[in-house]
């Protein structure tokens, strides 16, 4: 695998790293990796996904995340959420705006999802998928898009997360693009609370059902 690393000057010009990730000269496309603010590139879900996609030789771009650094002391959420959106724009028009990639996938998690909106907005429709990780539903427009969004999408949310919404979900659920995992006990990180085993056994089937997210060619797997 090689890694080529870069920088861009974000919001109020702060320096906002990126890694791109490849096993292939020709990659069938490109997979954008948007982490959490706790919940990094590192992180289970993160690094079993990007080797699905680096196995199916897909691109991995990382965006990473120093938004809990010093560096933001003193923002308000609102004000990091506008950076991350900004920030993620950026990356997205040097990388792409430089690239032959035809294919995407945008794959956010929590803090990450609040940037999905804006991404994909900004990549061709019939070309591009998303996966949802225990979306934001508290965001309106992460609600409205996952309502609306015309991409083959798959949201995974547990019954047991804060932003796990019944009403929401069931508004989610109608739209036709989208297909919902929701798994039993699970909390914000996908685990279940105090159940180590069990917290395994939960990332190993979400990890299933993303692989077969990827796998499919059109469509959307059945909720």
């Not at 590192?42 to 196995?55: C, D, R």
């Not at 969004?149 to 932003?163: A, E, M, N, R, Y």
Request: proline share 5%.
């Amino acid at each position: 695998m090689k890694e080529r690393s870069a920088t861009i000057s974000g919001y109020k010009n702060m320096k906002i790293p990126y890694v791109i990730q490849t096993k292939t000269d020709q990659p069938k496309g490109l997979a954008i990796m948007l982490p959490g603010i706790g919940y990094t590139v590192k992180s289970p879900l993160f690094h079993f996904s990007s080797g699905a996609f680096l196995n199916k030789e897909y691109d991995v771009l990382h965006v990473k995340n120093p938004y809990y650094s010093s560096d933001y002391e003193g923002y308000s959420f609102e004000e990091i959420t506008s950076a991350l959106i900004n920030d993620v724009s950026t990356v997205l028009n040097q990388v792409i705006d430089h690239s032959i990639y035809k294919s995407f996938y945008v794959l956010g998690k929590s803090f990450g999802t609040m940037a999905m909106p804006t991404a994909l907005d900004r990549l061709p429709i019939q070309n591009t998928k998303a996966i949802w990780l225990t979306p934001r539903l508290s965001s309106l427009p992460v609600y409205q898009t996952l309502r609306t969004c015309k991409q083959d999408s798959l949201c995974v949310i547990g019954d047991k997360d804060p932003f796990y919404d019944e009403e929401k979900i069931n508004q989610i659920i109608d739209n036709s693009s989208i297909a919902c995992m929701i798994p039993p006990n699970a909390n914000h990180a996908l685990e279940v609370d105090g159940d180590i085993l069990s917290s395994i056994d939960m990332i190993k089937s979400v990890m299933k059902r993303i692989d077969d997210f990827i796998s499919m060619k059109s469509g959307v797997l059945e909720s």
